[in-house]
């Protein structure tokens, strides 16, 4: 038999499914019925699959890219600390929110960051949000470990509350965290903190809020080595979805 003949079929719209066998075949009566029964069955499956289209009779291409970390777009912070007696800052994506009401949150660290050191000792840290504009001197901070290079100077420290947390005065927006408990994973270690208190300045708030359009923050993808700011204005949260509300 040539190579043609396994050929396999050309795929069938939905009024058609899967209820013809191929044709270049001959089968047995007992076979057939197998055939119908299992294209039955086919039928049935992709009914019920959410990614079964109706309108275009086809099955959407999704496919697998991997169990990895594609939660995008990511932050860009600066998380600071304390080491040898000098301030010392890394570049950090994974970082969140964990808690409201108080407010907690994490950040991750891989656990040869140099920055790991001075959380342990001090028990504290801070997560500076960079501007746009800072964006080459903070991935300077996530290109070089402290253990190499002095990073204490890139930028202007400040202390507040926590006198082992430094801040960094050119940074939009500035959170001071106590640390409460330390996770360990296999790669890497994550810090969570409880939010001691926010440091900003009257040009990047709005009523008295930080405002992501002034602040203009830097958002990383992370796989493709690339970095972004923030686009358009979207709508208002928790009022856009109205317009989905079932009506009574």
Known sequence: MSQSEFAKPERLCMSERLTQPYSLFSYSQSFYSYWLSFCDTINKTIEASPSFSEQEGIIMAKIKIGAKTFLYPMPTVLVGATVRGKPN???VAYCGIMNHDPAIISVALN???????GIKEHRCFSVNIPSAKLMPATDYCGLFSGLRVDKSKVFKTFYATLKKAPLIEECALNIECELIQTLQFSVDEVFIGKIVQCYSEKKYLTKGLPDIKKIDP?????????????????????SSGEKFKPKK
């Open 89 to 91: 800052y890394a570049a």
């Open 111 to 117: 656990k040869t960051h140099h920055t790991n050191a």
């Open 218 to 238: 830097i958002v990383f993808s992370m796989h493709d080595y690339n970095y972004w700011a923030v686009g358009r204005h979207l709508g208002r949260a928790w």
